[in-house]
Nanobody, 125 residues
Framework: QVQLVESGGGLVQTGGSLRLSCAAS????????MAWFRQYPGKEREFLAA????????YYADSVKGRFTVSRDNAKNTVYLQMNSLKPEDTAVYYC??????????????????WGQGTQVTVSS
């Protein structure tokens, strides 16, 4: 069992930056692929970025490529999402997710075993 807790969301102006963190419980964090999704009201969660468990390979959705960076610190059981050049359309609830022995190419919601509770990101225009 893995518990995920996101933090770092908040209000930022257009063009600003935020770094989201997702802290995981358990001693097997390094065996999990980790991903970030976001959800707009009334919409399905959409994939943003993921990092593999084995070699830290990363993969990004086109909508955030070049602006967002996913990374992990296995010693701290934490995955990060650095978000730069934020836009009002980035306003959403952001979730982290974990998949045992997964790769960064797992982009479907159903591929992930565990989810955090979400953190709100609001970008003002």
């Amino acid at each position: 069992q893995v518990q995920l807790v996101e933090s770092g969301g908040g209000l930022v102006q257009t063009g600003g930056s935020l770094r989201l963190s997702c802290a995981a419980s358990g001693r097997t964090f390094r065996r999990y692929a980790m991903a970030w999704f976001r959800q707009y009201p009334g919409k399905e969660r959409e994939f943003l970025a993921a990092i593999s468990w084995s070699d830290d390979s990363t993969y990004y959705a086109d909508s955030v490529k070049g602006r967002f960076t996913v990374s992990r610190d296995n010693a701290k059981n934490t995955v990060y999402l650095q978000m730069n050049s934020l836009k009002p359309e980035d306003t959403a609830v952001y979730y982290c997710a974990a998949r045992i022995l997964g790769t960064c190419y797992n982009t479907n919601i159903d591929a992930y075993d565990y989810w955090g509770q979400g953190t709100q990101v609001t970008v003002s225009s």
